[in-house]
């Protein structure tokens, strides 16, 4: 296994961006490379240290659903390769695995939440409203229960360090215009849904997911960001999941459920993992990624 990741450092490139998990290089006018670190974010905070080869199984994660996809919707991804770049040994070292060239594109300021079970925010809400994101629902879904129908409930985008907020699909019209509003919640559904159906062969449970989505120069929605990954998405043990008890999962929910336990305000610094829980969420996000990508 390759040297964890927690920056990159390229002399070579220039940076454009730097997510909470995602390091962005500009290549040309058209292209950047996307390098996904081994940093993991909770609570919209950066934890101080690595997940090692995150960012290598969040790429292969990724890279499948991107090409499962590719029939229903286009995607980020370009034709080159780290061998088109002019990098150095160590830049290599660094990219290597964990790193995809995507064509550039007009970011929507959006993030595509979809749910197909009741758990999370969700959950409180539905506790204290019978509703999620204001969407009403009917009595007596217990937690982790199958909501009725897929639900499409946007947020914002927000940058690191800052809390996404959920919105309405009026806000979202207001934000993309009804025509990319409905085209992202339409293709969201479809898109989770069929993953959900292709995990649960898998013995994965896809609980809800987050996608990310594009414009190209002719104003075509893309699918961007990363897909499906135990960092955008709730994945649940099959074999484990019983309704009305709160799942174990494949995903950073383990963080999560850790970091609840401290004394802590989810503010930036995050505290340090202790090893065990590094090692137990390095081998969630290897277990997951082995059950999707099984032939």
């Known amino acids: 296994m390759a040297k964890p990741v927690f ?39 950066i934890m101080p240290g690595p997940i090692p080869n995150k960012g290598a199984l969040l790429t292969q994660v990724s890279n499948f659903w991107f090409e499962r996809f590719s029939d229903l919707i286009p995607n980020q991804v370009s034709s080159m390769t780290l061998s088109d770049l002019n990098l150095s040994a160590d830049e290599m070292e660094q990219a290597i695995g964990r790193s995809v060239i995507v064509k550039r594109l007009n970011a929507l300021p959006i993030e595509a939440i979809v749910r197909g079970y009741l758990i999370g925010s969700g959950w409180k809400e539905y506790q ?26 946007p947020s914002t985008k927000a940058a690191a360090g800052e809390h996404d907020e959920n919105i309405s699909f009026a806000k979202t019209i207001s934000l993309v215009g009804e025509d990319i509003a409905t085209q992202v919640r339409d293709v969201s559904i479809l898109l989770y849904e069929n993953a959900a159906e292709y995990a649960l062969s898998k013995d994965i ?91």
């Not at 002399?11 to 454009?16: A, F, R, V």
């Not at 204290?128 to 409930?153: D, M």
């Open 205 to 295: 449970v896809i609980a809800d997911t987050k996608f990310e989505f594009g414009l190209d120069e002719k104003g075509t929605l893309t699918l961007i960001d990363e897909v499906l990954t135990p960092d955008s998405s709730r994945f649940w043990p099959a074999d484990e999941y019983v309704p009305g008890k709160n799942p174990s999962s494949f995903d950073k929910q383990y963080i999560r459920d850790y970091l609840e336990s401290l004394d802590w305000n989810k503010k930036a610094p995050g505290p340090a993992l202790p090893d065990e829980i590094i090692k137990n969420t390095q081998a969630k996000y290897q277990e997951a990624a082995a059950k999707l990508l099984a032939k």
């Open 128 to 153: 204290s409203k019978r509703s999620v994101c204001g969407i009403p629902l009917p009595a007596n879904i217990p937690l982790a229960g199958k909501l009725p129908e897929t639900l499409f409930t």
């Open 7 to 45: 920056e990159t450092k390229f002399t070579s490139l220039p940076l454009l961006h730097k997510g909470k998990v995602r390091d962005i290089y500009q290549v040309d006018a058209n292209h950047m490379l996307v390098i996904a670190t081994d940093r993991i974010s909770a609570f919209d905070v």
